[in-house]
């Protein structure tokens, strides 16, 4: 089962600086969560992020799975990515005993989830490619193959029509009753007009007072 996990909010800790602990990251960014990157070195593109203040950063050499112990965090989610078989299921062990879902890059029969090749557009829009465990690394090969063909075709306007529904669904969920009452006003704010014109033309402000306006009336 593919599910759309929400972890705004919440810490997740990744172990392992390489490139799937990369990977792991550059799916991450953009969901609101804390996340905690733990390795004995980073790449420059991991550097940046820290600099940035998009993750938080323990330089530790990892023997075993005592670090979980040593850092005073709380993990949601453990993503174990070392190129060590046996030292990610060491973590993912000690992660389950935290009550903590964990997952390890090479192992996925220990792991509580399958995590999916995703392909990230500007924080906004997730899309996720699975082979269910069969073949990451096809999942990875076939994200690539893909990926600009979806976002050249995912416009700024698609993604701002993403930020002003979710504005408006928040805005709805006081004011409309029913599940079938705030899907069929969302479905009217996405084919309005106006509001479309307003987002062309950048007039994002206007637009969220026209998502008010709207609801008013639809009371």
């Known amino acids: 089962m593919i ?48 600099k940035e203040g998009k993750i938080s950063f323990i330089q530790r050499h990892i023997n075993d799975a ?5 850092i005073n965090i709380k993990p949601f989610m453990v993503l174990a990515t070392t190129d060590d078989k046996a030292l990610n299921r060491m973590i993912i062990e ?5 009550n903590a879902f964990a997952y390890a890059a090479d192992d996925p029969e220990v792991s509580d989830f399958i995590h999916p090749a995703v392909i990230n557009i500007e924080g906004v829009l997730f899309i996720a490619i699975s082979t269910k465990g069969a073949s990451p690394a096809m999942a990875r090969v076939l994200r690539m193959k ?6 050249s075709i995912i416009s700024k306007d698609d993604l701002e029509m993403i930020k002003l529904t979710n504005f408006a669904r928040t805005k709805s969920i006081t004011k409309l009753k029913t599940v079938e009452e705030r899907k069929k006003y969302l479905y009217t704010i996405i084919n309005d007009a106006k509001i479309n014109e307003m987002i062309r033309n950048n ?7 026209e998502v008010i306006e709207i609801l008013e009336r639809w009371q």
Request: aromatic letters at 2%.
């Open 3 to 50: 599910i759309d996990l929400n972890v705004e909010g919440k810490n997740i800790i990744v172990i392992g600086g390489g490139e799937e602990g990369t990977r792991k990251i550059r799916a991450l960014l953009g969901q609101n969560c804390n996340i905690t990157l733990i390795s004995d070195n980073i790449n420059d593109y991991l550097s940046s992020l820290v």
């Open 66 to 70: 005592n670090i979980l112990d040593e």
């Open 94 to 98: 000690k992660a389950k005993s935290m």
């Open 146 to 151: 893909i990926e600009e063909m979806i976002k």
């Open 203 to 209: 007039k994002l402000d206007e637009a969220k007072r």
